[in-house]
């Protein structure tokens, strides 16, 4: 999918359901390639067109049409095109705590949905997303959609979180723990490695190793994850984005911008007016 100067032309489509209370993403033609990061809500995917090479959980996997991607809050990945052609791809975005109020209607008991596998390759389950995510775009209100989107959840659950009864992921070491407990408490001030070796009892260099080891990230790029996180709640509001740069820990304005779109795949502003009718009928309201 390409203009006739040789740019390719991409689309990126965002909506916010409040009946679902889910983030429904498009991307169409896009060539970028996504830095190793994490989110804090569940990601059910699948592509529709483009090769990529995944990197997730240690490993690097050949992700194709057809593919569905399930990522678990907090779980590292990375991606980038495999060959030439551009990358359709569908998504909807899950908070854990929808997940875990729908997984406890549905087996009747508190239980903490862990998917067991990032790729379920050639899925026939991609077809019923398609037309999920088709309604939420539509802005489909009602049961059809609502139903559709329940025995969804319980069949990926079943499937492929067994039951959603595994037990929570093992705990961290101290000293990586004490590190992420401080940057998720000072992500939006100056942060120095010599501070978080402090933290940890470590070196800096063995900070790095630890960090990297059990978290699959650098404290950096971790750092920069939480802080993206928090102007994702800002924006969400109807902070501008210049506020929501600030309020967050970055630096200016333009590195935001470009770390937000490296990460999100929207810019902060496309992201801020995908809940703009929400705001409004809350005011109206």
Do not use: W
Request: glycine share 8%; aromatic share 10%; proline share 4%.
């Amino acid at each position: 999918m390409k203009r006739a100067n040789g740019k390719t032309n991409e689309k990126r489509t965002a909506i916010y359901d409040p009946e679902l209370m889910v983030e429904a993403y498009q991307f169409q033609g896009v060539m970028q390639a996504f830095p190793n990061h994490f989110h804090e809500h569940y990601v059910i995917g699948f592509i529709e067109r483009g090769r990529r090479n995944l990197k997730v959980r240690g490993g690097c996997l050949l992700t194709a049409p057809g593919d569905l991607l399930l990522f678990n809050p907090g779980e590292n990945h990375a991606c980038e095109a495999h060959d030439d052609q551009p990358l359709d791809y569908r998504c909807i975005n899950i908070e854990p705590g929808v997940l875990a109020r729908a997984a406890q209607d549905m087996f009747g008991k508190e239980v903490i949905p862990q998917f067991e596998q990032p790729v379920v390759f050639r899925c026939e389950l991609t077809e019923e997303l398609r037309e999920l995510h088709t309604m939420i775009l539509r802005g489909e209100r009602g049961v059809r959609k609502e139903e559709k989107f329940y025995f969804l959840l319980e069949q990926l659950l079943r499937d492929y979180a067994e039951a959603g009864e595994r037990e929570p992921v093992t705990e961290l070491r101290a000293e990586v723990k004490a590190v992420c407990d401080y940057l998720n408490t000072h992500a939006q001030e100056q942060i120095s490695l010599d501070a978080l070796g402090e933290i940890a009892g470590l070196s800096k260099y063995h900070l790095l190793r630890a960090f990297t080891k059990e978290t699959g990230i650098t404290p950096y790029r971790y750092l920069e994850t939480i802080r993206i996180d928090q102007a994702k709640a800002l924006l969400k509001q109807g902070v501008s984005p210049a506020e929501a740069a600030l309020s967050a820990g970055f630096s200016d304005q333009s590195h935001f911008s470009n770390a937000f779109k490296r990460f999100i795949g929207l810019t902060p502003g496309q992201y801020r007016r995908v809940f703009a009718g929400n705001r409004a009928q809350d005011k109206s309201e």
